[in-house]
């Protein structure tokens, strides 16, 4: 039997099980994932990741989904790293650097009563180039492209926040059965690397709700990367300003993202902690 300390933490639901790995990183944590991850059976969560040690940066962050699949990036993730490293003693200092596999970012927390209450990170430059996403398009960006899924034409918009999103505008999101669609939208043919996608009801130009479907975890309460793909895709398609605060509603909460004019984007949200625990098991 093997056993191995965790502690759950989400940001506006998203949420995951990390693993401090500063003083060494766990065996298979691909493995891991797959097994801690199911809901009902298991501790449930949206996947694992890991709080490592880094040579660049303050911590390195490795985030593996539901399906043990490995991911580059996680917006609420590196949130609730920022709070781990400060609240638990970590790294003290109020600007911390994390190293991800799409770039280091730089997280700047809102202390309130000597712990952190809000992160805001610095998530890096949008990326619109088709091959840069990736997805399969002739053209310099794909905004607002009509494509099949299951037999029905959707108006797509590709980003990738360091992973690959395609954003769609509904009339009402509430009424989607994601479980239904949302496979079909993961594993179209035009991306290769299968996709995140964003379903996006517009309120006002800065006031949007949506909900996501991950790769290889399915609907999620929350996607921080996929609230900042809707925030440049709504400043790209000309319905919301550039350098202003887009409040995006997800099923967890709300998160505040700020698009410049090179699609430089900021996002800032909460994150907390769940609780601590010992995971038990045979492999």
């Known amino acids: 039997m093997k056993e191995i300390a965790f502690t759950k933490m989400h940001g506006i639901g998203n949420d995951y099980v990390y693993i401090n790995c500063m003083d060494g990183e766990v065996d298979e944590p691909e493995y891991l994932a797959k097994i801690m991850s199911p809901r009902r059976f298991s501790v449930g969560s949206d996947g694992v990741i890991l709080i490592c040690p880094s040579r660049v940066a303050d911590a390195r962050m490795r985030m593996f989904n539901a399906d043990g699949s490995e991911g580059k990036m996680c917006g609420n993730g590196t949130r609730c790293i920022g709070k781990y490293l400060y609240d638990r003693g970590v790294v003290k200092k109020e600007v911390i650097t994390l190293e991800t596999l799409s770039g280091i970012k730089t997280l700047k927390l809102n ?3 000597g712990a952190v209450s809000t992160v805001a990170v610095d998530m890096g430059r949008a990326i619109t180039a088709p091959a840069d996403v990736p997805v399969v398009f002739d053209g310099e960006k794909m905004i607002n492209e009509p494509v099949s899924v299951a037999g029905r034409e959707y108006r797509i918009t590709a980003v990738s926040m360091g992973n690959p999103h395609a954003v769609t505008y509904v009339d009402d999101v509430k009424c989607l059965d994601l479980e239904a669609i949302g496979p079909d ?5 035009i991306f290769p690397e299968r996709v995140n996608t964003e379903f996006v009801r517009r309120i006002s130009p800065t006031e949007l709700e949506m909900r996501v ?3 290889g975890s399915g609907e999620t ?3 921080g990367t996929g609230a900042c793909a809707v925030a440049v895709a709504s400043v790209l398609n000309g319905y919301s300003p550039v ?3 887009i409040t995006i509603h997800l099923l967890g909460g709300d998160l505040k993202i700020t698009v410049s004019e090179s699609l430089e984007v900021t996002m800032e949200g909460p994150a907390a902690f769940s609780y601590d625990g010992v ?3 045979e492999h």
């Open 111 to 113: 202390i309130k009563d």
């Open 243 to 245: 350098g202003e605060a």
């Open 279 to 281: 995971f038990r098991y």
């Open 221 to 223: 309460f929350a996607c």
């Open 185 to 189: 939208f993961e594993n179209h043919a």
């Open 213 to 215: 479907w991950e790769r």
